[in-house]
T-cell receptor
């Protein structure tokens, strides 16, 4: 029973390049969340998606960041024209539902993005 | 905007001691989750509390949800070095900044 998978685990990009982070949710989960974490800080919500729909993107920066969760394939978090301030760990989580008590999320191992 | 405040931010104790960490908010949550995160890894779900006043036990860990569903606590009895990590409380997608616990042998 595979857990949430993220790749790559580590990604190095030069300023101005694009970063693509991938997330495959747990089998049977249709809800995906993306978070950003800086060292010794908690997780900051970025976006919540269901298949083919963005449900809540209130935590996404207005520019350069986008996310998708297509009908087939993994969810993608895309960062265009990266800057040094984008360096962080990006975590994906999935859940089967959002009913009462159903906010439990299962996290992947994260992608550590370093912008040089 | 719902916020969760965790305290203390850092806690360093000796093996065998007891400790409590807190998660507080001015908002009501339908449920709260507790996660533990180790360096270089993603958070791992420990427990969900749903009912006001609820107490859940997980071996040496005791979780309590406040009567008004605005706060929660995590108590660890006889802490061990393996308990070292970042403890995060969450209400859905809203996370606190965590308590970094270090248990020294």
């Amino acid at each position: 029973n595979a857990g949430v998978m993220q790749n790559p685990r580590h990604l190095v990009r030069r300023r101005g390049q694009e970063a693509r982070l991938r997330c495959s949710p747990m089998k049977g989960h249709s809800h995906v969340y993306w978070y950003r974490q800086l060292p010794e800080e908690g997780l900051k919500f970025m976006v919540y998606l269901q298949k083919e729909n963005i449900i809540d993107e209130s935590g996404m920066p207005k520019e350069r960041f986008s996310a998708e969760f297509p009908k087939e394939g993994p969810s993608i978090l895309r960062i265009q024209q990266v800057v040094r301030g984008d360096s962080a760990a990006y975590f994906c989580a999935s859940s089967p539902s959002r009913g009462r008590g159903g906010y439990e999320q299962y996290f992947g191992p994260g992608t550590r993005l370093t912008v040089t | 905007t719902q916020l969760l405040e965790q305290s203390p931010q850092f806690l360093s104790i000796q093996e065998g001691e007891n400790l409590t960490v807190y998660c507080n908010s001015s908002s009501v949550f339908s449920s709260l989750q507790w996660y533990r995160q180790e360096p270089g890894e993603g958070p791992v779900l420990l427990v969900t509390v749903v009912t006001g006043g609820e107490v859940k036990k997980l071996k040496r860990l005791t979780f309590q949800f406040g009567d008004a569903r605005k706060d929660s606590s995590l108590h660890i009895t006889a802490a061990q070095p393996g308990d070292t990590g970042l403890y995060l409380c969450a209400g859905g997608s809203t996370f606190g900044d965590g308590t970094t616990l270090t248990v020294k042998p």
